[in-house]
């Protein structure tokens, strides 16, 4: 499975469309600012981003439970 990294700009649709929010709107840009900002936010996305990244380079099927609670260990519940 090979599968695009997501974009920053794709990132933070994502996130402002779970708001319900346009990615312009002050909301969003508040968001924007404060991840550019925040060490543990960055600290956060970075220990994501690495979990992803080895996740997808052992190339294995997840049994469906596993998978579940990797979710919601990251707090990426709505994003399966």
Do not use: W
Request: hydrophobic letters at 30%.
């Amino acid at each position: 499975m090979n599968i695009e990294k997501p974009k920053c700009k794709d990132v933070m649709q994502h996130i402002c469309e779970s708001l319900g929010e346009d990615l312009n709107s002050e909301r969003c840009v508040a968001i924007k600012n404060h991840l550019d900002n925040c060490p543990d936010c960055k600290t956060y996305f970075d220990s994501v981003k690495i979990t992803i990244n080895l996740y997808k380079s052992y190339e294995v099927e997840m049994p469906t439970d596993t998978h579940k609670k990797l979710m919601n260990l990251l707090n990426l519940n709505d994003c399966e």
